[in-house]
């Protein structure tokens, strides 16, 4: 055994034995500066998923390529994480590290309560859950091979069959098991977001790491062609949830945009008519509400098992739907470590309209 991997292992020892916390005691001492200002782009960070942490994986992940060389080169994967973790500590505004250690603690409440129906769902298998023409094109990995499964109707939004249906049925039947729980305990849950009074968050009863690997594997390759001015091939977290449509459901969603970089709309069925979605040309934050150019002006009906797949800024809504109970699937995806921009003029609509 080499000299450099005798001192990794006892390295890895101590962390095992006195904890992470023991290198955070000395966070600026030890090592005083831990990020660079610039990712290293060739870098292939590690896995962190099992870590213990209030954030994502690969939030950390993604944050490795930012590490200084000696950190990223010369020390294993247990203090790398013991920094980053620090780091997010100390620069995270109070109130958002105490709503995330909040919502930590919620999920596993449920989590712990919550037995699920098909145990089969909550790890990726995708091969029963992707038709084979998506699974071929995301395999092959080019653009040649994404073009030749999906469409794009309107600048920006693509849409492709995706899920098998057998996958939907199931994943339907879960939500509605999910739905009986909350109703027989009178669990109080969180919605997936202000403007749906129904539906679940997906990753609040366990499905957090199956969502994961699903924008990871699957969704971050595509958006890494198509969306590379958003931070398609750097998305590192996300939010899933299912939203519900119908008779005693939310009838229709206001226009807005998502709190997202890439969105990905699945509908699930069932039998619906009605609830198209409209499509309104992207903008950002200064723009949002910036006359609709023709050239922008999309309307889309959802078929099962099928996907759409656009910006988060792309200004889009839901009419109403007139029959049945529609249900989609939605993953939010983001960049959580560089969410906020200042150029706009290579995505928003409006931004290059006025630049001509």
Not at 186 to 195: A, C, E, G, S, V
Not at 332 to 352: A, I, K, M, T, V
């Amino acid at each position: 055994m080499s000299v450099e991997r005798k001192e990794e292992e006892q390295q890895t020892q101590m962390i095992s034995s006195r904890g992470i916390a023991y290198w955070t005691m000395f966070p600026k001492q030890i090592f005083p500066t831990c990020l660079t200002l610039n990712p290293e782009p060739a870098y292939k960070p590690g896995s962190y998923e099992d870590m213990q942490s209030e954030f994502s994986p690969l939030l950390f992940s993604s944050m490795e390529s930012y590490l200084t060389p000696f950190l990223k080169n010369f020390v294993c994967d247990s203090i790398k994480f013991g920094q980053m973790r620090r780091v997010m500590h100390e620069y995270l505004p109070e109130g958002e590290l105490t709503r995330v250690q909040g919502h930590k603690r919620y999920r596993q409440k449920i989590i712990s309560n919550y037995q699920p129906l098909h145990g089969e769902l909550y790890t990726m298998h995708a091969a029963n859950f992707f038709v084979p023409s998506f699974l071929k094109a995301v395999n092959e990995n080019t653009e040649e091979s994404f073009r030749s499964i999906m469409r794009e109707p309107s600048r920006g939004v693509f849409t492709f069959e995706m899920l098998q249906p057998r996958f939907c049925e199931l994943l339907m039947s879960e939500v509605e098991n999910f739905e009986r729980w909350v109703h027989e305990t009178k669990f109080r849950i969180m919605r997936p977001n202000t403007m749906n009074k129904y539906g679940v968050v997906l990753d609040d009863f366990g499905l957090e790491n199956m969502l994961e690997k699903l924008m990871e594997d699957f969704i971050r390759p595509i958006s890494t062609v198509f969306f590379p001015e958003v931070g398609g091939s750097t998305l590192d977290s996300h939010h899933g949830f299912v939203v519900e449509y119908g008779k005693q459901r939310d009838l229709k969603l206001g226009f807005h945009v998502d709190d997202s970089e890439v969105t990905l709309n699945v509908c699930l069925g069932k039998q619906f008519s009605g609830g198209e979605l409209f499509f309104r040309g992207v903008r950002c934050e200064d723009h949002v509400n910036a006359e609709t150019q023709s050239e922008e002006i999309f309307d889309y009906s959802h078929v099962p098992g099928h996907a759409v797949l656009h910006r988060g800024r792309h200004r889009h809504g839901a009419r109403p739907t007139k029959s049945g109970h529609r249900i989609n699937l939605l993953l939010w995806c983001r960049r959580e470590l560089n969410r906020y921009q200042s150029d706009f003029s290579s995505w928003c609509g409006e931004c290059q309209r006025l630049m001509n």
